[in-house]
C-alpha cells in the first residue's frame, strides 16, 4: 500500500508542475484517463492469456505495450514533443473513433472514455514521467490492484471539494448505510440512474461478492449492476472504478437519464432495486422535462429524477436515495411528486441530515429517503441524524463517518419513538398538503412564536445596546 500510495503522490507532484493543467478537476481528470488506458491495457494482456481468440478492441499501436512503437509501457519510450504530439494528434483521435459496429461492449467504453475527456498536460516530458510512474504499477497483480482500489477512493474523494465536480462524489458512509439497509440480492437488477464516479456501484458489488460461493456467481454481478451517466469525467472515473472492482466490463451507459419519454420504459426496464443521489439543485435546461406526463412537468431535476425512479421500480422494488430539503415540501407539482410517491409506495423511512454533509459543494440539508413500491403510505418513520458530540459541522478533514450510522442500524430493526426518532401518519401528512418537511415534534418546546409587540420590543432593546456600545467606542477614542 505505502509503495502505490508513494507512486501516486509522485504522479500527483508532476502534475502540479506541468502548466496545462488547471486544479484538482482536472489533475483528476487526467489522471483519470490514463489511469483507464493502463488498467484496460493491463485486462486486455490477462484476457489474451485467458482466451486465444481474444482480440483487444484497441490497435496495436495505441496499446500501453505493443512490439513496435512502445509510446507508454517503455520507460525509455518517446518523450517531449514527439510524444505530446503522439498523444494529441493520434492516440486521442484514435480511440475516439474506435470502431464499435461489431457491437463490441469494451469498444464502446474505450470510444466513450476518449470522446468526453482530454489531454491537458502541455510537457511531453512530464507526460513521460507520469507513465513511468504508472508502469511501477502492475493491475493483474492482486495486491496492487486492492491496495489502488483504496487509494482509488480518495482520488474520488478529491472531487468534493473540485468545485462543481463534487456533485459526482457521495461520501463512502452514505453508500454504504444506503446498500446496507435496501440488502440487494444476488440475481437482483440495480440501478443508478445519476452513478457519478460509481460510488453507490461498488458499494453493492462488495455487497453481492460477500453473498456469491462460485464463480458462476460473482459472475452473474455484473450485468445485473446497471449505471447511467450523462457527464464525461464521472463517467470515466466510475468506469474505471468498475473495473478495479473486477467487472470485466461494466455495464454503465453514456446517457442522459431523463433523455426518454417515461412511457418508454416497460417491464423489461424496471429493477428491483435504486441506489441514488440524484442531481438536485439543477435546472433541466434542455426539455427534457416533456419526457414525462404534463402534471410532473418541472425543470427541477431532482423532482424528475424521484418521478423516473418510482417508475423504474418493479412491484416490491426498493429505493434508497438521497433527496434534499426542498423536494420535501413545495406546491403544485413538487406536491403532486410527494403525492406520487405516497401513494404508489411505502415511504417507511426518512433520515435527517445535518446540512453540512456534503460541504463544499453543497450546503443545503439533505435526507435519505427510503421506500418499496407497489403499497401506499400508512406511516413515516423519521430519524434526525446528529452530528458527533463536540463537532459544528463536517468538513474536508472531518467527513461523515461510517460508524455514526451504527445507533441508525440498531434502531432499524426495533423501531421506538425517541427525541431523535418519531413518526407521522398518513392522515396528518395529507392535512399538510403531502409536506414531508416536518421538523422533530420534541423541539417544538424550544421554539416560540413571537407576535409583531414582541419583535419590535426584541429590536428595540437589540438598538439600545447597540447605542450603548458606541457611545462607549467614542469615548475610548477621544
Not at 397 to 424: L, M
Request: net charge negative.
Amino acid at each position: 500500500m505505502s509503495n502505490i500510495s508513494s507512486i501516486l503522490k509522485s504522479i500527483q507532484n508532476i502534475m502540479r508542475q506541468d502548466n496545462g493543467l488547471n486544479g484538482d478537476a482536472q489533475r483528476i481528470e487526467q489522471l483519470g484517463w490514463m489511469l483507464f488506458l493502463k488498467i484496460f491495457s493491463d485486462k486486455d494482456k490477462e484476457l489474451e492469456l485467458l482466451d486465444d481468440n481474444y482480440v483487444s478492441p484497441i490497435p496495436d499501436l495505441f496499446h500501453w505495450v505493443n512490439e513496435k512503437d512502445n509510446w507508454a509501457g517503455d520507460d525509455e519510450g518517446m518523450t517531449g514533443d514527439e510524444l505530446l504530439e503522439f498523444v494529441d494528434r493520434q492516440l486521442f483521435p484514435a480511440l475516439r473513433n474506435i470502431d464499435v459496429s461489431t457491437g463490441n461492449r469494451r469498444a464502446l467504453i474505450v470510444r466513450e472514455v476518449f470522446e468526453g475527456n482530454n489531454n491537458y498536460m502541455k510537457s511531453g516530458i512530464n507526460i513521460r514521467k507520469v507513465l513511468n510512474k504508472l508502469n511501477e504499477m502492475d493491475f493483474n497483480v492482486a495486491k496492487d490492484r486492492q491496495a489502488f482500489g483504496e487509494l482509488y477512493e480518495s482520488i474520488l474523494k478529491g472531487l468534493q471539494s473540485a468545485g462543481n465536480s463534487g456533485e459526482f462524489y457521495t461520501p463512502r458512509a452514505i453508500t454504504s448505510f444506503i446498500t446496507e439497509m435496501i440488502n440487494p440480492q444476488l440475481g437482483e437488477k440495480i440501478l443508478d440512474p445519476s452513478c457519478g464516479t460509481g460510488g453507490y456501484l461498488t458499494t453493492a458489488i462488495e455487497h453481492l461478492k460477500q453473498q456469491a460461493n462460485s464463480i458462476e456467481e460473482r459472475q452473474s454481478i455484473a450485468k445485473n449492476i446497471i449505471g447511467w451517466e450523462y457527464k464525461p469525467l464521472p463517467y470515466l472515473l466510475a468506469t474505471t472504478n468498475l473495473i478495479l472492482h473486477d467487472i470485466e466490463v461494466p455495464n454503465i451507459t453514456y446517457r442522459d437519464s431523463l433523455d426518454q419519454p417515461l412511457s418508454s420504459y416497460t417491464e423489461k426496464d424496471r429493477v428491483h432495486a435504486i441506489l441514488a443521489n440524484p442531481p438536485f439543485g439543477g435546472i433541466v435546461a434542455n426539455g427534457n422535462e416533456t419526457n414525462f406526463p404534463q402534471n410532473f412537468r418541472t425543470k427541477e431535476s431532482a423532482d424528475l429524477f424521484l418521478i423516473l425512479m418510482i417508475h423504474l421500480l418493479k412491484d416490491k422494488g426498493r429505493a434508497g436515495i438521497v433527496l434534499p430539503d426542498g423536494s420535501l415540501t413545495g406546491d403544485g407539482v413538487k406536491q403532486r411528486v410527494r403525492q406520487k410517491l405516497l401513494e404508489d409506495c411505502n415511504l417507511h423511512t426518512i433520515i435527517r441530515l445535518p446540512n453540512s454533509v456534503f460541504q463544499p459543494y453543497a450546503t443545503v440539508a439533505t435526507n435519505l429517503l427510503f421506500f418499496t413500491k407497489g403499497t401506499p403510505t400508512k406511516e413515516v418513520w423519521y430519524y434526525e441524524h446528529k452530528l458527533p458530540e463536540g463537532q459544528k459541522a463536517y468538513n474536508k478533514t472531518r467527513p461523515i463517518q461510517a460508524k455514526e450510522f451504527d445507533p441508525i442500524k440498531t434502531w432499524w430493526t426495533n423501531r421506538k419513538e425517541s427525541d431523535i426518532a418519531w413518526k407521522v401518519d398518513i392522515k396528518t401528512i395529507i392535512d399538510r398538503n403531502f409536506d414531508l418537511d416536518i421538523k422533530n415534534p420534541t423541539k417544538a418546546e424550544e421554539a416560540h412564536e413571537y407576535n409583531s409587540s414582541e419583535l419590535m420590543e426584541m429590536l428595540h432593546t437589540s438598538f439600545e445596546k447597540s447605542n450603548l456600545l458606541l457611545e462607549q467606542l467614542k469615548e475610548a477614542v477621544k
